[in-house]
């Protein structure tokens, strides 16, 4: 059973055209959320970590938001440079030392 | 700004055959990690590394993976008889803190043959 469920898998966006992109996570006792930008290829970028429900983190065009059941990753006036595919991830209670991901949802920003 | 770096980029190599793969995490980080993904897929976690010793591992992290931090500044992931299922990109990760932000490295692309 997934634990990390990221939707949609895949979006396109036109340049400007704002949208949110969804994780929602089953995983007892959430200990930690994070969202990473992955471009192909390369490894995952820090973007945002999120503790407790109700936290927002922002910055520049991308705002993240936590609840008890998943966190939304919303991209404001979106530029072609933020097509990439964005992950989440979760620590859980009895594994704080390991990230479990989700599948990603691959963003395509068109000009 | 301190980053995480791996060696080599990419590694090919024939099954059976051992592979090492290097990784300098940032300089006063504490935890270590390793991930990997397979074309496609999730990244999936492999194994963590704190005080010398391991702290956690996947069933992934089966007898032919080991990890060694042989001096202060690199981290290995060694893989005895490389199967061709091996074939991953291998990401090494490390943060200041359990629990805190893990920041991650370009990557090690292998592929085995």
């Known amino acids: 059973e997934d634990q990390v469920t990221q939707s949609p898998e895949a979006l396109r966006l036109q340049e400007g055209e704002s949208s949110s992109l969804n994780c929602s996570y089953t995983?007892?006792?959430?200990?930690?959320l994070f969202w990473y930008r992955q471009d192909p290829g390369k490894g995952p970028e820090f973007l945002f970590t999120?503790?407790?429900a109700g936290e927002e983190k922002e910055k520049e065009r991308l705002k993240a938001t936590l609840t008890k059941k998943e966190s939304f990753l919303h991209i404001t006036a979106p530029k072609p440079e933020d097509s990439a595919t964005y992950l989440c991830?979760?620590?859980?209670?009895?594994?704080?030392?390991?990230?479990?991901f989700g599948s990603g949802t691959q963003l395509t920003v068109l000009p | 700004e301190p980053e995480v770096t791996q060696t080599p980029s990419h590694q090919v190599t024939q099954m059976g055959q051992e592979v090492i793969l290097r990784c300098v995490p940032i300089?006063?980080?504490?935890?270590f990690y390793w991930y990997r993904q397979i074309l496609g897929q999730k990244v999936e976690f492999l194994v963590s590394?704190?005080?010398?010793?391991?702290?956690?591992k996947s069933e992934i992290f089966d007898d032919q993976f080991s990890v060694e931090r042989p001096d202060g500044s690199n981290f290995t992931l060694k893989i005895r008889s490389t199967k061709l299922e091996d074939s991953a990109m291998y990401f090494c990760?490390?943060?200041?803190?359990?629990?805190?932000?893990?920041?991650f490295g370009p990557g090690t692309r292998l592929l085995v043959l």
């Open positions: 990760a490390s943060s200041v803190e359990r629990e805190e932000t893990q920041y």
């Open positions: 995983v007892s006792g959430l200990r930690g």
């Open positions: 999120l503790y407790s």
């Open positions: 991830a979760v620590y859980q209670d009895g594994s704080a030392r390991q990230l479990t």
């Open positions: 300089s006063n980080h504490l935890y």
């Open positions: 590394f704190y005080n010398n010793e391991i702290s956690e």
